[in-house]
Every structure is written in C-alpha cells, then in structure tokens.
C-alpha cells in the first residue's frame, strides 16, 4: 500500500508534548480517555463520540461504615458527546451521564435524533437502543427485546421511521429444530423432556432423560457437545442465533424479519430502505461451529425473499457496505485456506448478486495491509479504511473506478499514527487519533485542511514523555524487523539505565507509536528510569502475508531470534546497561518470553503474562486452539506433527530457565487456559527456580486492556517490582509534585 504525505503542521497544532514537568505515573491509567466510535451528520456539521473513561465506584455501604483505608473500586463508563464542527471552540457537549455504558451512535438522516445502544456496568445480553434528541432532552428506550440487541445494532432506515438492530436468540425460545446435525452423540435435537413425562431422578427411562434434561437446561451440569464451547471467561451454554429486528422507536416495537438456525449479523440498509443485506452461514448439512466463513445475504424489509447475494468459494465475505445508490456493495474479504495468515482485503460487488458465485471486483490482496474498518465516505463514490501498516493504523481512501489506495493519515511528527475510530460527512472526516505524544486525539480533515477538534486527554500535555525512536534490523535469512526505542524519561548523558525489552502477543498483532493499548505502559516504564525496546518480528501482521506467515511451524526459533537481535541492536547505545535488562510479554508474547528466558540467560528478570506455554495442552483448554493446526500443521494427537508441536512448546525446555521468572495469568482466561501457566509454575518450583505465580480472579485474557481497572493497575506495578528486585535502579518511584504517591 503505497504512503502518504505526513499531517503537515499537526505538530504545530497539537504543541510539543515530550517536555511537561511531571511523570506518567500508574493511577494516570485512570485518566485515560478514549474514543471508541463516531458518527458525522450527512452535512458535516456536527460529529457524535462515544467516549470510554474510568470512573470511581461507590464502595457498598456497611454496618460499621466504610474505612478509611478502604480502596476506592473503579468501572468503566461509556458517555455521549457532541461536536459542532462549524464551531469547534465551543468543546463538545455531553449528553449522557451516570453509570452507563453508552456507545454505538447513530444520527437519524435528518441529523436531530441520536440512536445508540446503552447498557449497565455488567452489560449481559440487556442493552437496548435508546433514542435522545440532538438538541437536548432525556433519552428513551427504543427496544425492549428480551434479550438484547448486540453490538452493531442501531442503524436508521433511510426515511428514519425503523432502527434496524439484532438480537440473540437461544435456540430453546425458537420454533421447530435446526437442519444440521446435532453433534451429540445417538440423541437428536428434540429435548428428553417430554410433555407429561414428569421428571424424576428414579423414574422411567423417559421421567429420568427428562430429570437430567432439566439440570441441564439450569447448566447444573453444563453438558458440552459443540465443538466451540468456550467464550472468553465462560463455558458457552446453549446455541444462540442473531436474528434481525426492526424497531419502531416512537412506539418502542420490534418486528422480527428473520428466522432460522442461522446467525445473522453485520447488517446495512440498502439506500431504498426497502431491502437489507448482512452476512451469515447458513449451510443446512453443518453444524455452525465447523463452519468459518460467511456469505453476503439480501431480504426484504418484510422479511421476504430471503436469498444469498454474493459469495467465493475458498472465502469469507463479510461486512457489506452498500454505495450511494446501491448499485455497489463493498465487503471484507479473506481467503479460508490459511486463516491464520490470509489477510483482510477490501472487495467489491454488485448489488444484484453475481452469477455463479464469481466475484465482480477484489481489489487489494496478500501484499497489501490488512483491512481493519472500511466505510464509504459522504459522497458514496469512494471508501475509507484503516489497516496496520509498518506500526501505524493508517486512513486511506480508495475509488471503486481506480482501485487505488490513497493514505490520508499516516504520521504525526514523523512516527506512525494509529486511526481507530472515524466516518465522514458533508465533506468532512472526523477520526481518533492515537500518536506518540498522546494517547487519544479528536481531528477533523476538510476543505480547511487538517485540525484539532478535541483532546479529551489534556493532562498528556503536563507529562514527561520518551519519544519512540524507529530503526530495523535484517536478519541473515534477509527478513528486515522493524522496531522502536524509548528513552528513560529525564535521561543524562554519561549515565546507564535498565531496558525493558517488550514483545507483543498474537502472534499476528503488530505495535508501533501508534498502538493504544500499550502507550500508558510503555511510558510508565520510560518514567520509572526504564528503556523500553519493542519489535515487530517475523510473524506480525502489517508487513504483507509473507512476513506475518514466515513463522509457519516456527513460533520460537525465528520470531525469538529477531527480537534478541533488535536487543543485541539496541544494546550498543552507550545510555543501556547490558547487566540490567528484562523481558515481559503477553499471550504469544507470554510464550516468547519463556522460550527466551530458556534458550538466552542475559535477562536479570523476566514476567511472562497470560501465556501458552504448552501446545498440545493449549490445543485442549483454550478457545484460539484452531491455532494449533493452523501454525503448526496439524493435530498434537497426530504423529505427524506431535513432534513438530513439543519442539515449539517452550514447556519441552523448561529446565534450561533459570532466569528469575514471574508468571501472571487470569483465573478465567479461556483464550489461552490456566492449566499452562500452572503446568510452567509447578515445573519451575519443583527445579527449585527463582518463580512466582499470581492469578487475577474473575478476569479474562484482556486483562490489561479492558480488565478490572484495580487490577490493571496493579499489574503494572506488579512487573515493575518484580523488575525491581533484580536491577539496581537508584531513580526513585514516580510522584506527581504535591501528590504523595498511594
């Protein structure tokens, strides 16, 4: 994908902002403000955010009362904003308030309603749309489904009569039975529990199907027969199907338009309101959990004439993006061969449907990026999109008639960006900003050119931050690694320091001044006297498909040997202490950090964070098992590969760590499982190593980005005093000046 001109004059606007006065300290994680969605009114003059902040929750009251050494308990809120963009001096305007998770907006077409969807601090299966009017006053429910409208929901029709949103339906509330096999062995569909069969623990065969039907039913026992039956923190229950519903928000209605076993999802309005396309499986001969792509669907409002509209053999189609006049239908697409490694590309359909399956335009392919978020600009004759590239997320533009991307955004001050969230209208784009000097900006792009719309994170500016300095490394197989260099905060010629070294997980993901999710924690370390060096190795995604497979049947050896050589790189500053350096990661990151730890003893101290650290284990208790196949070839029961799978597993080298090694992991973290973690600790325990084991309760794998703010915070502090007591580091803790530090 070819490069774009850097935002010229954005550093002048947004002011220098690596000299404040006062260091990034670790409650500053609760200060963070994101923008997690936008919608721009068709004529550009007003932008809806959907802003993610942390808030204090009130402690529970008690007969004794609360202490005063108490910790304050933190929850996450999800708030309403509003920008005029003809008067961008004015600020935006809130207009949700209160423990609320508010999200998803939508502007009616007449730009004077709002619809979104809003939950609770839990949010299980009950958010609802909810309708407020632009110039003020309460917000309404919308919907009042009985079990929810999932995320995706509140589209508007063209007239701004309906609200279309989806909803998941347990299989037990739907009528009939689904065409596919069961997949529970010698029963069928049709529950034990028969009408007048009474259930009984001691009674006829039937009376006893019945009994244990019903403790099922209760999930006491969970009685598992899919293939897929893991979510995130939880056993899934019973299949759930999502199925399209229109809503009337003036009388708070909801009209059902399809049906089935199937799921619906990812649906869009066609501009003559009268049909909706969205994808969905629907192969009636296989169970949904073996199926992995989707095809493109059209239906009537009505909910008639339900048929498949655009779909490639070997594909996944997904998220259709109808044009102006609906004559186009953009989409997602990836190839089904090598999921693991195929990229996202953007293609192009007819909205009447192809003959024969043949795909009428896909343009883009495995040399380019990877398709992140895409949608049609105000005009509807040209998309844009956003995909990592070379450690930034990027804003490009594409025409349908040239099938040429163009970058829009791309640098800040010469260091990658990362766009996450933006939309157009009326000639203007509107997106959030992630760069090196801040964690999250509001910018508007025009006819006058590029500007600061809002900084919902002014006290970035009053912080003393590193900045990322790029390099690469090339490797003796010609594989070139990109990485970045953070200074210690306040550094002094003459003086060494500790360097952190920083993996990150996937294996597919990829960092840079533009990631988010890592920009508090890299900068933390920075202010506790810390470099921090962080790569991009041969299996990361933003380099084409060549690079992010190049670690086919190769998870350590190579990925490890790329990063070790951006460090041996890196080492050669004069300011890095070679005798005081650690190594932490994530995920993937957390099983590089042990096969590091055991095959390079350099490290004084290592934290390897919700890891895998055995394959053939990690292929039985964790929902991303497919990866165990897709990575490495096949099966661990296969002979084949079982040799290849316990050569990758960093377990098989468990004897050789010696580095002090902290291990953390989620108590309910079912992406990668627990038993792995425990299986390493034990290991080391019983070889008498330097190890430490801490378990987060009631967390998942996204711990460290959308976990319990308590525990997140303490995470970070925990690594650090791991760190800590292995280097000499004479800087003291952080503080803000007239703050004492809790």
Not at 162 to 180: A, F, H, K, N, Q
Not at 191 to 211: F, M
Not at 486 to 495: A, D, N, Q, S, V
Not at 501 to 528: D, K, N, R, V, Y
Request: glycine share 12%.
């Amino acid at each position: 994908m070819q490069r774009g001109v850097p935002i010229l004059g954005l550093l002048v606007l947004l002011g220098p902002a690596w000299a404040g006065e006062q260091p990034v300290v670790t409650t500053d994680l609760l200060r963070l403000r994101t923008v997690t969605s936008i919608d721009v009114t068709a004529d550009g003059s007003k932008a809806v955010l959907a802003v993610r902040s942390i808030a204090p929750r009130e402690a529970p009251e008690t007969a004794s009362g609360a202490g005063e050494d108490d910790e304050p308990g933190y929850a996450y809120r999800s708030h309403l904003f509003l920008l005029d963009l003809f008067d961008l001096q004015e600020g935006p305007r809130q207009l949700t308030f209160g423990d609320r998770l508010d999200r998803e907006p939508r502007f009616a077409p007449d730009g004077r309603r709002i619809a979104f969807i809003r939950g609770d601090e839990q949010d299980n299966g009950d958010a609802q749309v909810w309708v407020m009017r632009t110039d003020g006053g309460e917000a309404r429910p919308a919907s009042r489904l009985d079990h929810g409208v999932a995320s995706g929901s509140g589209q508007w029709s063209p007239d701004g009569r309906l609200i279309l949103v989806r909803s998941m339906i347990p299989i037990d509330e739907m009528p009939g039975e689904p065409p596919y096999p069961t997949e529970r062995p010698n029963r069928q569909w049709s529950p034990g529990s028969i009408a007048g069969v009474t259930p009984r623990p001691d009674g006829t065969r039937a009376e006893i199907r019945a009994w244990l039907d019903a403790n099922a039913a209760r999930q006491d026992p969970s009685v598992i027969t899919r293939l897929s039956f893991q979510d995130e923190q939880k056993l899934r229950g019973p299949l759930r199907f999502g199925q399209l519903f229109l809503v009337d928000p003036e009388q708070a209605t909801a009209t059902q338009i399809t049906d089935g076993f199937f799921d619906h999802s990812q649906p869009a309005f066609l501009p003559d309101g009268s049909r909706i396309v969205y994808a969905a499986k629907k192969d009636p001969t296989v169970h949904p959990d073996r199926i992995l792509g989707t095809d493109l669907w059209r239906i009537n409002a009505d909910g008639t004439a339900d048929e498949r509209l655009l779909w490639l053999e070997g594909w996944s189609l997904e998220q259709p993006r109808p044009n102006r006049d609906g004559t186009l239908i953009a989409f997602a697409g990836r190839r089904l061969d090598e999921p693991a490694f195929r990229l996202r590309c953007l293609g192009l359909g007819s909205s009447e449907g192809v003959a024969d399956g043949e795909p009428v335009g896909r343009p883009g392919g495995d040399d380019d990026t990877s398709l992140h978020r895409f949608d049609w600009e105000a005009s509807k004759s040209a998309l844009l999109f956003t995909g990592p590239a070379r450690g930034g997320f990027p804003l490009s533009t594409i025409s349908p008639g040239l099938l040429e991307p163009a970058t829009l955004v791309d640098e800040q001050d010469g260091l990658p960006v990362g766009v996450y969230a933006f939309d157009a209208g009326g000639g203007a784009i509107v997106y959030a900003m992630t760069g090196a000097a801040n964690p999250c900006v509001v910018m508007v792009r025009d006819g006058r050119g590029e500007r600061l719309a809002w900084d919902p994170n002014p006290w970035a500016a009053d912080k003393r931050l590193s900045r990322p300095v790029p390099g690469s490394v090339v490797r003796p197989d010609g594989t070139r690694v990109q990485y970045w260099l953070m200074e210690p905060t306040g550094r002094r010629p003459g003086e060494t320091y500790p360097l952190a070294l920083e993996i990150h997980g996937g294996p597919s993901a990829m960092w840079g001044p533009g990631e988010l999710t890592m920009w508090h924690e890299f900068q933390l370390l920075c202010s506790w006297g810390y470099g921090v060096a962080y790569s991009n190795p041969r299996g990361s995604g933003g380099y084409g498909y060549e690079f992010r497979r190049a670690n086919f049947q190769d998870w350590g050896e190579g990925p490890a040997g790329d990063v070790l050589a951006v460090l041996d790189q890196v080492a050669l500053k004069e300011w890095i202490d070679e005798d005081r350096l650690v190594v932490t990661g994530g995920s993937y990151a957390g099983y590089l950090t042990a096969w590091i730890v055991a095959h390079d003893h350099r490290f004084k101290a290592a934290v390897a964070q919700r890891g895998v650290y055995d394959l053939a284990t990690f292929f039985g208790e964790g929902n991303a098992w497919r990866l165990v196949e897709w990575t490495m070839g096949g099966y661990p029961f296969d002979a084949r590969y079982r040799a290849i799978i316990d050569r990758n597993s960093p377990f098989t080298y468990v004897g050789r760590i010696r580095t002090p090694l902290l291990i953390m992991h989620a108590s309910e973290d079912l992406r990668t499982g627990v038993s792995q973690s425990e299986m390493l600790y034990r290991a080391l325990k019983a070889l008498q190593r330097p190890v430490e084991y801490v378990r987060y309760p009631g967390a998942g794998h996204d711990l460290s980005r959308s976990g319990d703010p308590g525990q997140r915070m303490d995470r970070l502090n925990r690594i650090i005093e791991f760190f800590e007591r292995y280097i000499e580091n004479p800087r003291p803790a952080p503080a803000v000046s007239g703050q004492s530090p809790r």
